[in-house]
Nanobody, 123 residues
Framework: QVQLVESGGGLVQAGGSLRLSCAAS????????MGWSRQAPGKEREFVAA????????VYADSVKGRFTISRDNTKNTAYLQMNSLKPEDTAVYYC????????????????WGQGTQVTVSS
């Protein structure tokens, strides 16, 4: 079992930056793939980014490539999503998720999910 708690969301102007954090507890954090997904109002939840257990492998949605960076610190049991050059279309609830498999995280079928944190980008 893995418990996930997100933080760092808020209101920011277009072009600004935010860093989301996901603190994990429970099962050994360093063995799981971590990821971020988001859901905008009236839209389906979509994959944003994922990082392998070692931190050496990352994957991003095309919509955020070059602007967002996912990272993790296994000594702190925490994953991060650095979001730069934010756009109004990035407005969504962002969810941290985790699973043993990268494909599960990428397809939104991770076994463990946080409660979400709201990110609002004003134009």
């Amino acid at each position: 079992q893995v418990q996930l708690v997100e933080s760092g969301g808020g209101l920011v102007q277009a072009g600004g930056s935010l860093r989301l954090s996901c603190a994990a507890s429970g099962r050994t954090f360093s063995t799981v793939v971590m990821g971020w997904s988001r859901q905008a109002p009236g839209k389906e939840r979509e994959f944003v980014a994922a990082i392998t257990w070692s931190g050496t492998g990352t994957v991003y949605a095309d919509s955020v490539k070059g602007r967002f960076t996912i990272s993790r610190d296994n000594t702190k049991n925490t994953a991060y999503l650095q979001m730069n050059s934010l756009k109004p279309e990035d407005t969504a609830v962002y969810y941290c998720n985790a699973d043993l498999g990268l494909s599960s995280v990428r397809t939104g079928h991770g076994a463990y999910w946080g409660q979400g944190t709201q990110v609002t980008v004003s134009s």
